[in-house]
């Protein structure tokens, strides 16, 4: 059973950076075709897709958020972490971590933004933006 925990800071304040963490058990995050992602829901909006790291390592951004964020991996500790720059109130959210499986055969950025398909959540982090 595979089991993905978000950790991090509660409260930022404007214009820093939001820094998280998701630790994976039950697997590891180097496995062949799987892809790890950042997910957040703003509060009364929909769930928005972040960005993501390969089990290769390599990394894809919402175009939106590409030029604010960054993702990394430490596979000695089987984590991967998000890092999101200057950071407005308009990022508040509950921030999860996600797997998805992407087969060889399959459009990379197709599948990362097609929610339904991750077969793994953490349960959700509250991050607040505010002075």
């Known amino acids: 059973q595979v089991q993905l925990q978000e950790s991090g800071p509660g409260l930022v304040k404007p214009s820093q950076t939001l820094s998280l963490t998701c630790t994976v058990s039950g697997g590891a995050i180097t496995t062949n075709y799987y892809y790890w992602s950042w997910i957040r829901r703003p509060p009364g909006k929909g769930l928005e897709w972040m960005g993501a790291?390969?089990?290769?390592?390599?990394?894809y951004y919402s175009p939106s958020l590409k030029s604010r964020t960054s993702i990394s991996r430490d596979t000695s500790k089987n984590q991967f972490t998000l890092q999101l720059n200057s950071v407005p109130p308009e990022d508040t959210a509950v921030y999860y971590c996600?797997?998805?499986?992407?087969?060889?055969?399959?459009?990379?950025?197709?599948?990362?933004?097609?929610?339904?398909?991750?077969?793994?959540w953490g349960q959700g982090t509250q991050v607040t933006v505010s002075s």
């Open positions: 996600a797997r998805v499986l992407v087969p060889a055969s399959m459009v990379i950025t197709t599948t990362l933004t097609s929610l339904g398909k991750y077969d793994y």
């Open positions: 790291i390969s089990f290769r390592g390599s990394t």
